[in-house]
């Protein structure tokens, strides 16, 4: 990994955190996790996904407002409508936003809706994106390209923090490979060598990965086993409902069933994992 | 392959023609060869391709002034500069130019330099790029991603069609693999399948699939022989000295006997070749 | 490529001949193309397809007769009946057969009955039949592995070469994608390299690449244009009614039409095509 | 996954023990480990390790008598003098053996040395030594394949079943991938498959997968996180000094650690991992 100014470690105990929001941070002991729909489809959808997550808890929401779409005629995404449905639920739950930005042009207006810009594996080495998200002050979700090495991937993060943002988080969310059993390849020693060579908090996306909703819950528990500083996972209130990515979304039953069952393995590797609300106001 | 309503054959004979300039087509019975550096370094550099090139003949030449560099410190590119170079080129020789678009904002400054613009692998789902260049009424070149699918491939190209902009060439120019003794592997099987699928010209880049010179002339020959429309290779004064992909450059002399070599070929699959300037004076 | 004592040019025009019958080479200049269907599946079958490809011409007859099948339920092939078939082909057509060896104790009654034994892909690194094979005085025709690196494919050459065996045909079949639309990637960048490498004879199976019979005829003409010494490809009675790899078998006719075919592409690579005998006799 | 009869689960709860000696088991509560060099260099080396491992505690020591080597000039293991070091080893130390096999005509007299039979990766689809190890009464231990399937990975298992032996594991070693950052990518969405598709116990190779023993730690413990029933790693006296896959050996100070810090893993998924030997003395 030569050409690394910014994003390397100097000590192996040097670990970024990246903030947020007042309250939730990447990299620290807390595990952090974001959770909601692939795609913002209505303010009802998104307020039932955020009531219920807030208790559960998760740190963070999620949706897609601009969505990358194979085909040109598939629903590319509400746009500033649902930006629109950020700013209301920004509003009425205390919950950070995270959803994708696609271009340039849209920076500011997400900027201004969302607490985080996500780049999507398809734009990984969209350079001139990276260099615009660079020159922001929010933070960045950057997902691995679906066949980006690990050199190209810390390499795009430089990209970034050589353009004065040093608020980026990795996301590890599968590789392509052969087998179409699974969705794409979770490739985990990418997130241990990831924790070795960046000092910046890596974070994993098992839905996008496994691909079929049962796969999800020992991929989450992999993840944070082997180090990863905390999960994105797809949910929504009728999965098979969903408008995209339906076969991986977990209910939010389920989402909330899979945060508490994260607790142990969190402790079993030193981290934590913040209990539900309903709990905490019950002791 | 569903949802394809502009980029699919109706017919097995549909075959579309993309206009470079007055005497060049991509998709003809002629074979259409591109030819050029990685990266445009100096207007000499340029004029010692472009008068070597035209004569060999190459009907387009090529060269990077956007850059994409997997690290933020290699150099990115000349920029303004190489476009500067291009208007000069184009003024002294009768060679149509193609070159890399990376940014939405970068499209009105190429466009008026150049005569085709290229979308890089990198860049290959890069919806918002995609749709852009549908818009305007240049030729473009779109590079299949290091991973995409023939599915995605021409999807990609159905942004570019549905967004107003018929004059798309596909480009082949191999997809990551588990062996590194090519850089990438050749897919021709893709190139076959595209012509089956859809009416646009295919052409095929030997240079960046195999990532060494020596490979490169069975590979041209191989792209023909499967029935591509054409191809783009790379080319250098003094390969050794490229600023980048110098493993990979033919001399213009060997992409001169290159060229020559592919005539049998090309009449082999009742194509042709355009014959070097040089002997059609002598003659 | 260290470590290759055996396999390794060492000149560039250092080619071995291969002899697979008195009259059928391969490594000369005469393209050697195999032909017949994926499994054997009575004498009548062999026998119409032996009359046809005899005039085709081809050069050699295949079929498998025990077949490496993913399911142990899946019909394993008709064992000893089926070489008792070869035994009867060879007896009354004048063509070498070709067929798989799975197994070290298959090797003797195989090794009596066909002129040159297959080690398919599944096999190319059990090492203990390698080294047996090369302790036979038959022809070898080894297949590329699903997934084996250009390295690893010369290597097992080189082990059945250490053991005595020098007659060694490669066969390059396609490799393992994460693109389902082709059944593998045909990687003719590895058959170029593999011609630079060794002295060995490098032919192509456009069949199991491609999984489409469509795909089949681009991808034998540019496997020839880019220096293959030879052909394996598929070819039924009825297609449709093969027991196995029914998708990418040619019909006897669509066969004779692509063998003709080919004669073109050869010629301008300096290489023949056998001819027709029916047009021999008529001329 | 059709045509599986033997290897799938009836009901979720379903799940196999697989028998290694009268005290270990896999498949059940506990996680079983198997430690050992790659390759048994002599009686020396491998006295050293079985008695560093026995007070691990692992369940069982490995290490290659045959080794399947790329290059026919590389060493291929000691053979019988291997076997009559485990014979040693066996007498000596309370630990079951684990070994590769590599032919059919190797299965007797390695049955009778060791305690568990492994078919490896380049051959998880030697079709005829499946078979024939379904005809023993050994437990096997069946590496998935370089670029295998999960279909085909369990079909595999079927060929050992549906020959008579129900005593099999499925190891999961990583398979190959575009990036040659990690040796292989560690796929646990296939562990995590294999757990729900089939009763059979399922380990993980973690030291074939990453290939650098810094990262092998933190993919033992995602492992169990996600499942697996137990782990084989690679360790040796002297890591560096190992004459095969030197670069992904743990030291045996190393391997001990590890071990111990899996405990609160396997205690958060309800599991267990046996304490040391030593620690049970003291209390």
Redesign the interface.
Known sequence: MN?L?LVSKSLPEHNSLVQLSETVTFGGQEITIIGGPCTVESLEQMETVASKLQAAPVQAIRGGVYK???????FQGLGEAGLEIFATIKQRYNLPVVTEV?????IESIAASADMLQVGS??M?????L?ALGETDKPILLKRG??A????FV?AA??IL??GNSQVVLCER?????????RN?????????L??ITHLPVIVDPSH??GKR??IA??A???????ADGLIIECHPEPEKSVSDARQALSLEAMIRLVHSLQ??A???GRTVALPTRELAVA
């Not at 090495?149 to 190209?152: A, D, P, R, V």
């Not at 599968?174 to 699974?182: A, E, K, L, P």
């Open positions: 050409n100014k990358p779409r194979t085909s040109p005629y598939s696609m271009a340039i042009a849209q398809r734009n080495q969209n350079f001139d994106l260099k679906l066949a090495t690990i050199e190209e390499n430089e990209y050589s353009h599968g590789i392509r490979s052969f087998d179409n059993y699974t390849v979770l490739d985990l020693g990418a997130v241990a060598a924790k070795q990965a496994a049962e796969l020992p991929l528990k992999a993840a944070i086993a082997c180090g142990p393995i402790a079993a590797v």
